[in-house]
């Protein structure tokens, strides 16, 4: 889908490609169209849960100690700040709002909502959006 980006127009293809091959997460879903704007580039993502416990061990956290609803929140967490790390696949000049939403056992990964547009568009406009985004895939 092409979305309206200040001055420019970009393909969400791109960006998924880039995400996908540059990055640990998996795109489910483009949710742009959902999102009933043409200018914001929304994606549902997902990273395996194996990554993320690789990178709590890499940081000498262990798991065991947790809770299941202590380890729950902190995938949760881990995700959300490993996808602020996509920012460098989207273009200059934008604002994102990342919220991971779901530990999915059946497929043993984190699913997390990325919303992106221009800086003119603003993060309350943006705010209201994700919002919206959550709904469809809760």
Sequence with gaps: MYIAFGNQ??????????????????VVKDMSKGSKRDDILALNLSISIDILKEMMEDDEIN????????????????????????????????????RAYKWDESDNDIKLVIAVTHEEVGEKKLKDIMKRLLTQVE
Excluded: G, V, W
């Design 63 to 98: 798991i065991n100690e947790y809770s299941e609803e202590e380890l729950f929140e902190e995938y949760l967490t881990l995700a959300e700040e490993i996808a602020t790390d996509l920012e460098e696949y989207i273009p200059e000049e934008s604002i994102l709002d990342i």
């Design 9 to 26: 127009i970009i393909d969400s293809k791109d960006t998924i490609d880039k995400i996908e091959n540059n990055s640990e997460f998996k």
